[in-house]
């Protein structure tokens, strides 16, 4: 009976992070020093969703958009729309585009979410295959 229990609790807990929804502010931090960059509000507009960069952290490098293209370069980060028009596929979103402010370069863009507090964002060439995976962490308070 403990064992039927237990595993109810556990698939009741992986719906529950399924059911989550990305809208909300999030934290990412770099792949390559492991500090906290900046907090990126997620949110919902026509049906898609996007992200916006809110706030640079201290762990920081870049302010400014040097490397991008078109009306980003040489803009500030903060403020700027890194994350556009991700579809809904239910329990993820996809076909969207991912902007590494770092290289000015745009990937394609999938994201769900991995528990209730953790967000799985890939970025990737042509296919999803050919990418890698980083994990934002949700703002509380």
């Not at 960059?37 to 706030?55: N, P, R, T």
């Not at 402010?101 to 890939?122: F, Q």
Request: aromatic letters at 10%; proline letters at 2%.
């Amino acid at each position: 009976m403990k064992k039927f229990l237990l595993l109810n609790i556990a698939l009741f807990l992986c719906f529950m992070a399924q059911g989550q929804s990305p809208i909300g502010i999030w934290e990412n931090v770099d792949d390559e020093d492991g500090k906290p960059k900046s907090h990126i509000e997620i949110y919902e507009q026509d049906g898609k969703l996007y992200g916006k960069v809110i706030k640079l952290l201290s762990g920081a490098t870049l302010t400014e958009c040097k490397k991008c293209k078109g009306s980003r370069k040489n803009q500030s980060i903060e403020g700027m729309v890194i994350l556009w028009d991700l579809e809904d596929h239910g329990d993820y979103y996809d076909h969207g585009t991912i902007l590494d402010p770092k290289t000015g370069k745009e990937y394609g863009c999938k994201i769900s979410m991995a528990s209730a507090d953790v967000l799985d964002v890939r970025g990737y060439l042509k296919l999803s295959i050919f990418g890698r995976t980083q994990q934002w962490f949700r703002v509380k308070g």
